[in-house]
């Protein structure tokens, strides 16, 4: 059964290093985003990526924040400088259409 | 300002009987809804969702039922068996862009 890997499982950083988040979304899907969840807090959308661009993003989604298709593969989610409160489960997904979004099993930060 | 809301963060069922799981939203253009399940150190699994145009839709043993006029919705899970104990997040979304989420409610079913 097709699936959304996430790699690394666990990332540990420094607060202010930068970090890079990688996801390989099934190969068909078209639409692409990535979530947040705080320990012990709800699931956060952060942004969603289409046709080679980002086409909604909250506002947790800040400058510090970018994505990235580089390959036609994997894509990327790029914390520039990191802060402690950045720390967080990060779910990539995707999805052919809105009405199933295939989650991937998150990467633990732990921004130290 | 939560546009998605789970009032119980948690339930507790019998094995065997009916586990109702309800979700309110304040945003009359959301067009999709869905169900998602999560075990522990895992990510959101999808359930079931509903266009807006429906007022129900099943699936095995899950069924969704939408009230757009209370801006209401709800998943029932029957029989409930140890193996559904999650946390269940109701979710909503207007368009392909995003998808909002609520707090989650975690069920145990109790063997």
């Known amino acids: 059964e097709p699936e959304v890997t996430q790699t690394p499982s666990h990332q540990v950083t420094q607060m202010g290093q930068e970090v890079i988040l990688r996801c390989v979304p099934i190969?068909?899907?078209?639409?692409f985003y990535w979530y947040r969840q705080i320990l012990g807090q709800k699931v956060e959308f952060l942004v969603s990526?289409?046709?080679?661009?980002?086409?909604?993003k909250s506002e947790i989604f800040d400058d510090q924040f970018s994505v990235e298709r580089p390959d036609g593969s994997n894509f990327t989610l790029k914390i520039r400088s990191t802060k402690l409160e950045d720390s967080a489960m990060y779910f990539c997904?995707?999805?052919?259409?809105?009405?199933?979004?295939?989650f991937g099993q998150g990467t633990r930060l732990t921004v130290v | 300002d939560q546009q998605v809301k789970q009032n119980s963060p948690s339930l507790s069922v019998q094995e065997g009987r009916i586990s109702i799981l309800n979700c309110d939203y304040t945003?009359?253009?959301?067009?999709?809804f869905l169900w998602y399940k999560k075990y522990p150190a895992e990510g959101p699994t999808f359930l079931i969702s509903?266009?807006?145009?429906?007022d129900k839709n099943e699936d095995g043993r899950f069924t969704v039922f939408l009230n757009k006029s209370a801006k209401h919705l709800s998943l029932h899970i029957v029989p409930s068996q140890p193996g559904d104990s999650a946390v269940y997040f109701c979710?909503?979304?207007?368009?392909?862009?995003?998808?909002?989420f609520g707090p989650g409610t975690s069920l145990s079913v109790i063997p």
């Open positions: 979710a909503a979304s207007e368009g392909y862009d995003k998808v909002i």
């Open positions: 190969s068909n899907h078209l639409y």
């Open positions: 945003n009359s253009m959301f067009d999709y």
């Open positions: 997904a995707s999805s052919e259409s809105v009405m199933s979004a295939f």
């Open positions: 990526f289409y046709n080679n661009e980002i086409s909604e």
């Open positions: 509903i266009s807006s145009i429906k």
